[in-house]
């Protein structure tokens, strides 16, 4: 049996395009069926890591940020809308109006990957969904918490693991080792430490890259 490819998918749980690429990948691995194996690792990115715990608008942060006219940013996040509902996934543009910190989120992710990878994957779609499908402050222990018990995970050590500082030095770590190979922009997809794909990209680009890794012809 040929090895498992390892894909590391570094993220961002308040990165619209992180959601979109994320689906576009499950999707691709769907296409593919049980005949390719594949162990999914999430790794942390935070885009704002000096964002407070309230958050901010996105308008005025985007505006700041990019220089973003206001018609701008309404056209820019119709067509990720769009983008998003073509994979099934909502991204309800009136709900999400805030960015909020992400690194107890990503610490809570970490914890999960030491459960199992359905565990570390569950939570992730679980954040996700939160976040842009239902405008949830995902830097808010309680929604944390919550959060953790949807995706099927233990509520009592969630509170526990964000109520310390179990994992921080790990996350770092792992933010750290990222940035200095060159990863800036995320989604950032690496396949078996060797080759990236960069980007909200469709099905078709993860699908092309896993055929070609594995040797699975398209049908």
Known sequence: MSQPIRIDF???VVCPWC???LASLLRAMEKIGPGLQMQLYFQPFELNPDMPAEGES???HLGRKYGM???QLRQNSEALRQ???ALGFVIDLKKRDRIYNTFNAHRLLYWAGTQSRDAELALKLALLRAYHSEGRNV???AVLIAIAGQAGLDTARAAQVLASDEYSSEVRARENFYH???ISAVPSA???ERHLIQGGQPPEAFEQALRQLSGIAAV
């Open 58 to 60: 996105i308008a005025e």
């Open 69 to 71: 006219s206001v018609e």
């Open 139 to 141: 830097s808010d222990t």
């Open 180 to 182: 200095e190979r060159g």
């Open 83 to 85: 983008r998003a509902a």
């Open 10 to 12: 570094v993220s961002d």
């Open 19 to 21: 959601a979109v690429g």
């Open 190 to 192: 690496i396949f078996n």
